[in-house]
């Protein structure tokens, strides 16, 4: 068995407990949508998942349960019974160890938490063995809208890397988890973004590249450990949205807007490239909507 039938197996069971998160799933299930034997479907998930495929279900489901939580006033003991845990005193004891704090706790604060949120396996082999940032030469020039927002003063939760100045390296420095605690800021006033920071918001010995979310001045609820919180002051930016893409050609989709970017002219609308005054930011690549990129601009006098 080679390493992408490896990848394809994991990716069919995580792909049945996403169809089935709100019933029973046994090994058995999991290992007939693979292909193999229990034994061997539990062995190949754990190593490429890095957990038991028990772990995995239960961390997903309660992933799911806290952004019930977050969002609806549901009683705990019907959010634990919808996602197949047999008791409140069992649900509430999972979530304190996924989470560190009861349900109950968390459903009236709703501070940050490390959610759990795996990529798809085989997005993320395909992703690290995809061989560079390289367009394809069989490629037609695309349409890229462009249009002008203003971003209001703000904070960001952020996390910094050490020397990363892209997102594969920011993974290898601080892990690929960080968007999952992001995600979980119920005061979030958009979805959170990768930024290349301006040097003034650089401290030293972190890096230029970080992950974070806008959040409203008035934002007071707890700061995870490592995380820093910074005020942002208002801004414009200048958007390059590109065409909807397959999702398997990101790559080759942020590589033809940064292409487009660099021949950029702003002046001819009237606005000057400013990088000092506001950090660069991508939001996550979803193929349905295109690559989208923001860098900040002011106008012409």
Same mark, same amino acid.
């Given at each position: 068995?080679?390493?992408?039938?490896?990848?394809?197996?994991?990716?069919?069971?995580?792909?049945?407990?996403?169809?089935?998160?709100?019933?029973?799933?046994?090994?058995?299930?999991?290992?007939?949508?693979?292909?193999?034997?229990?034994?061997?479907?539990?062995?190949?998930?754990?190593?490429?998942?890095?957990?038991?495929?028990?772990?995995?279900?239960?961390?997903?489901?309660?992933?799911?349960?806290?952004?019930?939580?977050?969002?609806?006033?549901?009683?705990?003991?019907?959010?634990?019974?919808? *996602?197949?845990?047999?008791?409140?005193?069992? *649900?509430?004891?999972?979530?304190?160890?996924?989470? %560190?704090?009861?349900?109950?706790?968390?459903? $009236?604060?709703?501070?940050?938490?490390?959610?759990?949120?795996?990529?798809?396996? *085989?997005?993320?082999?395909?992703? *690290?063995?995809?061989?560079?940032?390289?367009?394809?030469?069989?490629?037609?020039?695309?349409?890229?809208?462009?249009?002008?927002?203003?971003?209001?003063?703000?904070?960001? $939760? $952020?996390?910094?890397?050490?020397?990363?100045?892209?997102?594969?390296?920011?993974?290898?420095?601080? %892990?690929?988890?960080?968007?999952?605690?992001?995600?979980?800021?119920?005061?979030?006033?958009?979805?959170?973004?990768?930024?290349?920071?301006?040097?003034? $918001?650089?401290?030293?010995?972190?890096?230029?590249?970080?992950?974070?979310?806008?959040?409203?001045?008035?934002?007071?609820?707890?700061?995870?450990?490592?995380?820093?919180?910074?005020?942002?002051?208002?801004?414009?930016?200048?958007?390059?949205? %590109?065409?909807?893409?397959?999702?398997?050609?990101?790559?080759?989709?942020?590589?033809?807007?940064?292409?487009?970017?660099?021949?950029?002219?702003?002046?001819?609308?009237?606005?000057?490239?400013?990088?000092?005054?506001?950090?660069?930011?991508?939001?996550?690549?979803?193929?349905?909507?295109?690559?989208?990129?923001?860098?900040?601009?002011?106008?012409?006098?």
């Amino acid at each position: 068995m080679n390493q992408v039938e490896t990848v394809m197996a994991v990716q069919k069971m995580q792909d049945y407990i996403d169809a089935h998160i709100y019933e029973k799933i046994t090994l058995k299930q999991l290992s007939n949508a693979a292909g193999y034997s229990s034994w061997y479907s539990a062995r190949i998930f754990k190593e490429i998942t890095g957990r038991t495929s028990f772990d995995y279900i239960r961390a997903s489901r309660l992933t799911r349960a806290a952004l019930v939580l977050r969002d609806e006033e549901r009683k705990i003991i019907d959010v634990a019974l919808d *996602f197949v845990f047999d008791s409140h005193e069992g *649900f509430t004891r999972a979530f304190s160890k996924e989470f %560190g704090l009861p349900p109950k706790r968390y459903s $009236l604060n709703t501070p940050p938490i490390q959610l759990f949120m795996p990529a798809r396996v *085989f997005d993320t082999f395909r992703a *690290f063995h995809k061989g560079g940032m390289k367009m394809s030469e069989k490629k037609a020039t695309k349409t890229v809208f462009v249009q002008i927002i203003e971003r209001p003063a703000r904070k960001v $939760l $952020l996390k910094r890397g050490f020397k990363a100045t892209e997102y594969f390296a920011y993974c290898e420095e601080v %892990g690929c988890d960080v968007w999952s605690m992001l995600s979980s800021v119920k005061e979030a006033m958009y979805e959170p973004i990768g930024m290349w920071l301006p040097e003034d $918001l650089i401290k030293n010995g972190t890096s230029q590249y970080v992950q974070g979310v806008e959040l409203p001045l008035d934002y007071n609820n707890a700061v995870p450990d490592g995380y820093d919180l910074i005020e942002l002051p208002p801004c414009k930016m200048m958007v390059f949205q %590109g065409e909807p893409y397959n999702d398997d050609d990101f790559m080759e989709a942020i590589g033809e807007i940064w292409k487009h970017i660099e021949k950029f002219n702003p002046n001819i609308y009237g606005y000057k490239w400013a990088p000092e005054t506001a950090p660069r930011f991508q939001l996550a690549p979803l193929g349905y909507r295109g690559y989208i990129e923001a860098r900040p601009v002011d106008t012409v006098n």
